[in-house]
């Protein structure tokens, strides 16, 4: 157990994590005091689409769109709400700075106006959390790493967490007027001394009173609780999860997650990480309340990360009654959607058993090779394909990161120079910025691939893609690229 802690102050930044902090460009966030709904009107059109309504309205790119039918448009989001009507009056402010009023026509409501805006800049989080990763990490990572941001716009966009701790009573009444549910919500705790020493400020807006507001306004909200050991675990989150599954329907889900510590946290507060003796016992506490939850909504609004269970050396649990589970991207039933189209990826490799060796080497995290265990026999027996799990340690933040997608470039060239000899070396695609193919560490896949006179190719999908990835690698199938990886991202980063 750790030592009683003074909750009553924040823990102090020292100065070495400051600079980092620091490393980021503060161009890139609008400071967190500020409100995005009070923010003024105007937001750049980057494009305007050939022979779209704004075209023919004369829209150009490089003006300010103002106001739409009178109503100010700060971003993307205030676009898409008030561009809706079939007729559309647009300001816009010209090079010259004159303003002038466009009539956009539209065929319906539905259609498009063809316009493409700048993107937002997102807002800083404000808070300091003792889990921060931010605050974990090496001094030597790409500048845009750095950043410490939350903007509930994202949040409702994609899904991202935030505290809650920037939100202004504009921004909540936004939230309401333009209906942006559901939002993602970190929780932590409900004892509001609690809350406030996870999250390394003095005073926040009590959980109560958001949850209030956004049950009365009708907006649906996500939440995740990062586990402490000793801290917001046993009592305290008795009290989390009764409040917020008091708060149910407008309390969607709770994802509790594993701190995630790396060996970066010099002069930050001494966490006990979760061992895999915590992670069973908190699997074994936690699993018949988990059932009475189900037993109770028909649901299974509480749910435990999937890294718990790789901690603990357990199964994960199937989730097959629910298909549509919330917060896959917070790590929750990642290891049941990876498998989810297993039975096509068997049935592939059925049709395709190949005459010859096929060895592959599938590079992973040290975790997360159990999870690779049902993929390796069916390709061995259905198609006769040797497939190896090459677990590889995250040197990069250190040996207690487990999960896949915080593997980066450096780890795994070592892991493929150190395991030569295979025809194919598959990736946690996962790991991989797709938009330009850049690892955490800035290297490339490019770079990687030179590690080895083989294939090596990262896979972005599920239980099939693994598998086509392999056929089209040994020359016998076609490879269907998938359009999205479905764990964007690692599910403890931030917030
Ligand atoms: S964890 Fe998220 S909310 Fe907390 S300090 Fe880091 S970026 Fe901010």
Redesign the pocket.
Known sequence: MPAPRDYSRPEPLTPEIRRRVNRADRNDTVPAGLSMAEAPPGVVIERVAPDSPAARAGLAPGEVLLRLNGEPIRDTLDFYFHGAARRLVADVRLADGTEVARRIVKQSPEEHAGLELRQFTTQQ?G???V?????QLPDSMRKSLYI???DYRLSFMQGSYI?GITLKDADLERIARQRLSPLYI?VHAVDETLRCWL??IRKARPVAELLAFFKRHRIQIHTQIVLCPGHNDGEQLDATLAMLLGNYPTVQSVAIVPLGMTRWREGLPDLDPVTPDYARRFIATMTPRLREVIDRHGEPLVLLADEWYLIAGRRTPSYTRWPDLPQLENGVGMVYHFYRDFASARRLLRTHRLDRPWRVGAVTSTLSVPVLERLVAACRDEANIEVVPLPTVNTVFGDTIHVTGLLCGKDLRATIAANPGFDQYLLPGNCLRKYDERFLDDMTLEQVRGTADARIDPVLGGARDFVETILAGAGVAEHHVVAEHAFLRPHWS??
């Not at 889990?131 to 605050?135: E, I, R």
Request: hydrophobic share 20%; with cysteine; charged share 15%.
């Open positions: 989080c808070c300091n959390c889990f921060c990763f931010v605050h410490k941001d939350e505290t970190s999250l390394g931030n917030s």
